[in-house]
């Protein structure tokens, strides 16, 4: 990892597949799985800082706001917000 751009790597410790990919104004990474769980990441050097855990199914996408405000899909019919900062919970949307 690199400022401006990323060195190829292998994201592990997802246990399924990984849907998608995206980049925080906040230096962080974020990595979306079958196993129901989002990891964040540096960007500065690959690092784990967090996992984020309460989908209940598959989360195929996610969104980050210009705040670093985060917004993660999933296949159990949720969007989930979550802070940008600190990774805590902020609202479940359904619908």
Do not use: C, F, M
């Not at 998608?20 to 104004?25: E, R, T, W, Y």
């Not at 964040?40 to 050097?45: A, G, K, L």
């Not at 996408?61 to 899909?73: E, F, K, Q, R």
């Amino acid at each position: 990892y690199a400022a401006g751009r990323l060195a190829p790597r292998r994201l592990h410790g997802h246990h399924g597949n990984v849907y998608s990919l995206a980049i925080g104004p906040n230096e962080k990474v974020y990595s979306a799985s079958s196993d129901t769980k989002v990891r964040v990441r540096s960007t500065r050097d690959g690092q784990p800082l967090g996992t984020l855990k309460g989908h209940t199914d598959s989360v195929q996408s996610l969104a980050v706001a210009a705040d670093g405000t985060l917004y993660t899909g999933s296949w159990d019919e949720t969007v989930r917000v979550w802070s940008g900062e600190t990774g805590g919970h902020l609202r479940t949307l359904t619908g």
